[in-house]
């Protein structure tokens, strides 16, 4: 498989809500950085260790239930991936973050909302 492919792979797992599917995707030495300053997952070990990852994944699919990923672009070279994509959601139930972050509950507003955003993978 291909670097474009598990990045289609990664995201088609992601917008069927498949948290096993899209961890199975991942590097063992992967790094995930959350927008939230401090917050970083560092190798699959990670996901087990705190469950960090798929509490993340779990909030935001409970959160936001409708959320769904299109890529607009999806630039290759050699072994890296860069992807462009529009992410739509409704906020539909509230998002308890973990402990530490701030806010720590966020109230669901129940409007859609779209946010782009771009990303670079390395197979």
């Known amino acids: 498989m291909n670097s474009k492919e598990v990045v289609e792979k990664f995201i088609a797992a ?14 063992p030495d992967f790094v995930y950085v959350y927008s939230t300053p401090g917050l ?5 070990e990670s996901l ?9 994944w779990a909030i935001t699919q409970t959160a936001l239930p409708d959320c769904h990923v299109e890529p607009t672009n999806i630039i ?7 992807v ?7 906020m539909k139930n509230p998002a308890v973050l973990p402990a530490g972050t701030i806010p720590q509950r966020i109230v669901p507003t129940g409007c859609r ?10 197979d």
């Open 14 to 27: 992601w917008n069927g809500h498949d948290t096993d599917a899209t961890a199975a995707l991942l590097d």
């Open 40 to 44: 970083v997952n560092q190798g699959v």
């Open 48 to 56: 087990d260790k705190d469950g960090m990852l798929k509490r993340v």
């Open 76 to 82: 290759t070279e050699g072994d890296q991936v860069v």
């Open 84 to 90: 462009e994509e529009i992410e739509t959601d409704t």
């Open 113 to 122: 909302t779209p946010s782009s955003s771009r990303s670079m993978r390395r």
